[in-house]
């Protein structure tokens, strides 16, 4: 199975906080050619802080929960950079690319990856611009730096991405596992309620039976309208 193919609708709804969307640099990965020749290798755009990963162990993915605000766990003084993926569980999309957004970690172990449930950060979602997903996005400290935008969403290509944004060449022996489809992040998808739908639907519904009933009292209070009813 491969990650690609496109995207599910945006998730951010009323709660949505104001205010313009960042604008990011839309990048495509690198072609191969590029990135195994050495006269088509170019300056990294973002120079990364690679973090020192003695002691750290085995390197995975961070899922936040609601609770946890992604701001939090960005230094905005350090230049390290962090690869945010915004994901919805039951977009298919999403799931497709689980399995290789999960090995990325073992690829880049002195980056660091997180994801959120894009439906449960909406204000996130509206400052980062994410009006589909999944939105991957490239973050040096706090800042936005460059936005994954290929339909196919595969390890290979996200190893390039992250390659020609950073110079960081991640380690040849790494593959997409079983263990990478287990978790942490789910490749299946998730059934539930849409609650902010759900919402909608029924605000529209409650106003438009309001205004009807509203509509035939003011009917009644206008003078001559009684009247012509009961001839």
């Known amino acids: 199975a491969t990650g690609g193919g496109g995207e599910c609708g945006g998730p951010a709804g009323?709660?949505?906080a104001p205010g313009s969307p960042v604008v990011l640099e839309t990048v495509l990965p690198a072609p191969a050619e590029e990135a195994n020749g050495t006269e088509g290798v170019k300056t990294p755009k973002v120079n990364c802080e690679e973090r020192n990963v003695t002691g750290l162990g085995n390197a995975t993915l961070q899922i936040l929960n609601v609770s946890q605000d992604l701001m939090e766990f960005l230094n905005p003084n350090s230049s390290d950079c962090t690869l945010v993926l915004f994901y919805t569980p039951w977009c298919r999309f999403s799931a497709s690319l689980a399995p290789h957004f999960n090995s990325l970690p073992r690829a880049?172990?002195?980056l660091r990856f997180l994801a959120l449930d894009a439906s449960q950060h909406s204000s996130l979602s509206t400052r980062f611009g994410t009006v589909a997903v999944p939105n991957i996005l490239l973050f040096q400290g706090a800042k936005p730096m460059a936005r994954f935008n290929h339909t196919d969403?595969?390890?290979?290509?996200?190893k390039d991405f992250i390659f020609n944004q950073t110079g960081i060449e991640a380690k040849s022996d790494v593959t997409v596992t079983e263990e990478d489809w287990e978790g942490p992040l789910p490749s299946v998808?998730?059934?539930g309620i849409d609650w902010l739908l759900l919402f909608s639907l029924l605000f529209l519904a409650s106003f438009v039976m309001y205004a009807t009933i509203r509509t035939e009292s003011?009917?009644?209070?206008?003078p001559g309208q009684e009247h012509e009813h009961q001839e």
């Open 189 to 191: 998808l998730t059934k």
């Open 108 to 110: 880049f172990p002195t």
């Open 218 to 222: 003011i009917r009644w209070l206008i």
């Open 14 to 16: 009323p709660s949505a």
């Open 153 to 158: 969403r595969t390890l290979d290509t996200l």
